[in-house]
């Protein structure tokens, strides 16, 4: 899984690249965050003898930081039970938009990760979907490129084992929507903001599929609808009542996960991120995520 000096510096480098594996194996920017740092403690607590015999630190640091979001995934069903609601991946900022190291000195994780299809979050809600080992095959080898026989050190079975996950995961994965491009799911959205602007119940049904479905993520922390929400009419009546309810609110069109979404504020606080999964021309999912909690790096 790559090489690396064992030089401070080098070690350090690696960093990106474990926040980038983790984020998609956990999609909690914290706990990416958490799952490394726990790795380096390990490597630095290894024995100097022990760390010069190791003759690839970048691949050693991997593996262990994918160890321990395997045990992370391993235990978030019963966390996720006690969630409040429904549970969606943290959004990402575009590192564009904002900037934390002007006022805090240190680089935030979201910074590191790397925006691509991979971080989506249709294709994180999919990755949701998958067992532990299923989700630690997959995104190591089909995002990360990593072989089979490295993988299988990570999940302690044998190649042909984890090339069977993968292959299962796939499978998952191929049933979802083809996304539509950045710039026609721009113009979708553009338009689902203007008739959410307008109050127009008939423009925003017009922009949704008839089947579209909306989650929200509010954490038990701030109010919010706990069970998704289903059909273009229904969904267009939410829309409207959340615009009468709070006064105020600033829609603003921004890329969330590296696609177009909207961010609505109110006194220059984000407050509220969605993200959307356009097909076809219309909105075909809505994921509203307001647990402030999740939106520390819209800050």
């Avoid at 990416?32 to 630095?44: C, F, G, H, T």
């Avoid at 910074?111 to 994180?124: G, T, Y």
């Avoid at 954490?219 to 929400?229: D, K």
């Avoid at 993200?275 to 819209?298: H, M, Q, Y």
Wanted: aromatic share 6%; with cysteine.
């Amino acid at each position: 899984m790559g090489t690396v000096a064992t030089s401070a510096d080098g070690i350090a480098g690696e960093r990106r690249q474990l926040i980038n594996v983790a984020y998609r194996l956990l999609g909690s920017v914290a706990e990416a965050e958490d799952a490394v740092q726990d790795a380096y403690a390990r490597w630095y607590g290894l024995p100097r003898s022990r760390r010069e015999e190791i003759r690839s630190p970048g691949a050693w640091l991997t593996t262990v930081t994918s160890r321990i979001c395997l045990d992370v995934l391993g235990s978030a069903r019963a966390r996720r039970e006690r969630y409040v609601g429904a549970w969606l991946p943290e959004p990402l900022p575009d590192r564009g938009e904002w900037d934390t190291t002007a006022a805090t000195g240190r680089v935030d994780p979201a910074d590191q990760i790397v925006l691509d299809e991979s971080v989506s979050m249709a294709f994180l809600v999919v990755l949701e979907s998958m067992t532990p080992a299923e989700r630690v095959a997959f995104v190591l080898h089909e995002v990360f490129r990593y072989p089979f026989a490295e993988i299988a050190g990570v999940l302690e079975r044998t190649p042909a084992a984890c090339k069977q996950l993968a292959s299962s995961a796939r499978r998952r994965v191929s049933v979802a929507a083809v996304p539509e491009t950045a710039f026609g799911q721009a113009d979708v959205v553009r338009h689902l903001k203007k008739a959410w602007e307008t109050r127009d119940i008939a423009a925003l049904v017009a922009v949704l599929n008839p089947a579209a479905v909306m989650t929200a993520d509010g954490g038990g922390m701030v109010g919010t609808i706990l069970h998704p929400v289903e059909g273009a009419a229904h969904i267009a009546r939410y829309m409207v009542a959340i615009a009468d309810w709070a006064p105020g609110l600033e829609l603003l069109e921004r890329t969330v996960n590296g696609v177009p979404g909207l961010v609505a504020r109110r006194a220059g606080v984000v407050e509220t991120v969605a993200s959307f999964d356009v097909a076809d021309g219309r909105v075909t999912r809505i994921w509203v995520v307001r647990n402030p909690e999740k939106l520390r790096p819209w800050a």
